[in-house]
């Protein structure tokens, strides 16, 4: 009798864990999934209560063609399994001095919200659209669509002859302010770099490509909910025969001479494989569950890690016209924001607050008459500077308190439902080193280069997928990390 061939198994269920896994299955391999928790997901989870339900994690989706490629890779169509829609306006921005700007994905509409703030930005923002579109060109192919294992890989003919285009050497806010007049629109454009956890004030303007690709692709929900693209990635996978195990810890990737040959899990028993995947944060893998990977979670940890959150869940009765389905409720000092958050690790005394009212688009995410507020500010990470459940009760009576005073009048006392969480609860919950959640920052000209690897250093048939690895953090770069794991599994290790 011809035995199976041992599996590929792949450690968490986050995105870039189905991911893989769906890419490997779609080879003609035999994959085997274990998630520690009741869900897969990772950090793109549900928390429903009351009536309500909020998405927890990403809440808006760009570049969905890749979100297409992946069920192409399966030989499936999205649009069987997902209904994406685009949200007008993409987000609604507000400032301390009542200031309102609405983000349209209609270009004619976005242009006039611009030149309402100001009319010289006009050229100014077509400018600045030419000036990222080429860095996107520049760095799309050879960091985002292909296997990279180090800045190396990166130094391509092409690229060195483009290394000016790729704006490395100003930060995101250097370059934003080379563009743009209006405070208002500065404050708009540097906020794109928190979608990867870093300072528009440290990072390099090269992330000014996030702003060219959702203003240019556009800005897209997930009817039902973000959390419907896990359950329909879980869908294929399982379509595809790969067995997803949940509740199921692994506590110890097994090493035998210098490969990875299983996993043992929490329960004592072993599970033998050809390969693992490891869909975890890499410093907590390296610490936790790979044998003598203390020396390579120190190196990870050396680098400065992304902020994480504080995230308040709050059911309220009521309207609230003023609210849009994604709100930004600015601070009125930025760069104090960020010197909190960043260089002192400390929170911001005057926070942005971010609102995602989903019900405006999903009317059954909250009761008749209410609304689900998932509500997030930027916190530093969890170094232990900060005993979260003595702030707690007071910052988040400040947030919500800084949220009536920007126009949402009557909001604690419309409150029926509220629960948070903090930096600490999303490292306990999906094992994040210091609770980020993006991973390593992009704070410096080429730290974003310098995530750990694809393939691990030192095992062989042991590799990283997720955020946390190449090519960063965010749902069409988790699912891209899928995407090159598996091809470079597939260079590896031929079928």
Request: charged content about 20%.
């Amino acid at each position: 009798m011809k035995t199976s061939p041992l599996p590929i198994i792949v450690v968490g269920g986050g995105l870039g864990g189905l991911a893989a896994a769906i890419r490997l299955a779609a080879q003609g391999r035999r994959v085997i999934l274990c998630e520690k928790n009741e869900r897969l997901g990772g950090k793109l989870n549900l928390h429903q209560a009351a009536g309500y339900t909020f998405d927890t994690g990403p809440s808006l989706l760009t570049m969905p063609w890749v979100i297409r490629d992946l069920f192409a890779a399966a030989n499936r169509c999205m649009d069987d399994y997902l209904q994406l829609e685009q949200i007008e306006p993409t987000c609604r921005y507000i400032w301390p001095d009542g200031t309102r700007f609405d983000a349209w994905q209609r270009l004619p509409q976005l242009i006039q919200e611009i030149e309402r703030l100001s009319p010289p930005d006009v050229p100014a923002f077509f400018r600045f659209m030419a000036h990222t579109s080429r860095i996107y060109d520049a760095v799309s192919g050879p960091f985002l669509l292909r296997p990279f294992d180090g800045l190396r890989e990166l130094l391509t003919p092409s690229l060195i002859r483009h290394a000016l285009r790729i704006d490395a050497l100003r930060s995101v806010d250097t370059a934003v302010r080379s563009f743009f007049r209006s405070p208002h629109l500065r404050q708009v454009f540097n906020r794109y770099a928190t979608y990867n956890g870093s300072s528009p004030y440290r990072s390099p303007a090269t992330f000014n490509l996030i702003a060219y690709i959702e203003l240019a692709e556009g800005g897209w929900y997930v009817r039902g909910g973000m959390y419907q693209l896990a359950v329909a990635l879980s869908q294929v996978a399982t379509e595809l025969g790969v067995e997803i195990r949940l509740q199921t810890t692994v506590t110890e990737v097994i090493v035998d001479h210098g490969r990875a040959c299983g996993v043992r899990l929490a329960d004592g028993s072993n599970l033998p494989a050809a390969a693992v995947v490891v869909n975890a944060d890499p410093q907590y893998a390296y610490a936790h569950l790979i044998p003598n990977g203390r020396q390579e979670a120190d190196r990870i940890a050396r680098h400065e890690p992304s902020y994480s959150g504080i995230v308040l869940f709050l059911g309220v009765e009521g309207e609230f016209p003023q609210l849009a389905h994604h709100n930004i409720f600015f601070s009125a000092d930025y760069p104090g924001e960020f010197q909190a958050i960043v260089h002192e690790r400390q929170l911001a005394l005057d926070p942005t607050v971010y609102v995602a009212v989903t019900c405006r688009t999903d009317p059954a995410h909250a009761p008749p008459g209410h609304l689900n507020l998932f509500v997030l500010v930027n916190a530093p990470a969890d170094t232990g500077q900060i005993d979260w459940a003595a702030v707690m009760p007071a910052y988040r009576d400040h947030i919500i308190a800084k949220l009536e005073t920007m126009g949402l009048s009557g909001l604690r006392q419309a409150i029926r439902y509220n629960h948070f969480w903090t930096p600490c609860d999303l490292a306990q919950r999906y094992n994040a080193a210091f609770g980020s959640i993006y991973g390593l920052s992009s704070n410096t000209s080429f730290s974003a280069f310098a995530r750990p690897p694809l393939r691990a250093r030192r095992v062989r048939q042991l590799y990283f997928v997720g955020g946390g690895t190449h090519p960063g953090g965010g749902i069409p770069l988790v699912l891209l990390s899928g995407r090159a794991v598996a091809a470079r599994i597939a260079a590896d290790m031929p079928v």
